[in-house]
């Protein structure tokens, strides 16, 4: 019989002991180090949740001043947005900011810890990553705070997270193409691992039934979030039989795809087919004629996340575990009531 001395919490040396390990090797394992065997590092982690030991920040006597910010990939304008808002609160509080690109498999994160640890950074952003609960354990042993930004999936209690109202911000685009009198309204979907490609879609499907219109399974295309995908989309679309009036792309990349493959067919923006985006990236504005979209707070995201941290790091032990920021419609040119079909 366990008592409940045996569960409650234990300090590094218990653990030690419990585990037949030295306590440099425990502690190895707390901060995400290397050259731990699997089969050690599992037990000695086992240990650790079981025993409940509270895995808290190392009290440094002087801070490093860096700020760690991930993305699993920098090739799009969105993570130049999130860099933005980072630095922009980051360097107002007097942090650098480390930006990497890195894939959570299991090959390269605990390298990639271990130089974390190393290099003693205050705090860790991570953009758009779903963790399972192994990668999270070993996230949290590295006793700095984190924050997770538009994550994918449900991360769970155990990490704080900003994101915005994707099922608000498509239901709006698709409800103001309905309020404009389309019936065929298209949808190009984002990729599907992503949390808010899910959302963006159960919005435009709630905005259809709510006004009493048929979900044409037809009209719902798969994407990736390119413009190559909004031009495939569209143009699969526009192959139907009966073709949409309006079509909701996901995102303004693929907006941008629509439009060239709109223009190829002959057609006309918004005089025979209207194109909505989200996210509402620069191009959206000069493109002509210019795209409505779905204003995605991304900037503002990064700057509350940062902002986040830095109260994680004064100590506040208050903040909300998920906050997440609206949405606004920006109507341009690209939209209009649809047109007498032609003969």
Not at 33 to 38: C, D, F, L, Q, S
Not at 74 to 86: P, R
Not at 330 to 337: K, Q
């Amino acid at each position: 019989m366990v008592s409940k001395q045996d569960v409650g919490r234990a300090t590094i040396s218990e653990i030690a002991r419990e585990a037949g390990v030295s306590v440099p090797t425990v502690s190895k394992v707390l901060n995400g180090r290397a050259h731990v065997a699997t089969a050690t590092r599992a037990r000695v982690e086992e240990i650790i949740a079981r025993r409940d030991y509270a895995r808290r920040p190392a009290k440094r006597s002087k801070k490093a001043g860096l700020i760690d910010l991930v993305f699993p990939g920098l090739g799009s304008e969105w993570a130049l947005e999130i860099i933005e808002g980072v630095e922009r609160v980051a360097q107002d509080a007097g942090y650098g900011t480390v930006v990497s690109s890195l894939s959570m498999d299991g090959s390269r994160i605990r390298p990639w810890l271990a130089n974390l640890a190393e290099r003693k950074s205050d705090g860790l952003l991570m953009a758009v990553y779903e963790l399972d609960a192994k990668q999270i354990q070993r996230i949290k042993s590295l006793g700095i705070p984190v924050v997770l930004i538009d994550p994918v999936g449900q991360p769970g209690p155990d990490l704080m997270t900003v994101g915005a109202a994707n099922w608000e911000g498509a239901h709006a685009a698709t409800e103001y193409l309905l309020q404009l009198g389309h019936r065929r309204i298209g949808m190009i979907g984002g990729r599907e691992d992503l949390q808010c490609s899910s959302a963006r879609e159960d919005g435009y499907i709630s905005a259809l039934r709510r006004a009493g219109v048929r979900v044409d399974p037809e009209l719902m295309v798969p994407g990736d979030f390119s413009t190559e995908a909004g031009e495939a989309g569209t143009r699969k679309l526009l192959e139907l039989a009966e073709r949409p009036t309006a079509i909701f792309t996901g995102n303004d990349a693929q907006a941008l795809g629509a439009y060239r493959a709109a223009r190829a067919a002959g057609l006309r923006i918004p005089q025979d087919l209207s194109i909505v985006g989200f996210d509402d990236i620069p191009a959206a504005e000069w493109i002509e004629p210019g795209l409505t979209t779905i204003r995605h707070p991304v900037v503002q995201m990064a700057e509350t996340a940062m902002r986040a941290l830095l109260r994680h790091l004064d100590g506040d032990e208050e903040l909300p575990q998920r906050i997440e920021l609206g949405t606004e419609l920006v109507v341009r040119g690209s939209t209009a009531a649809p047109s007498t079909p032609p003969l």
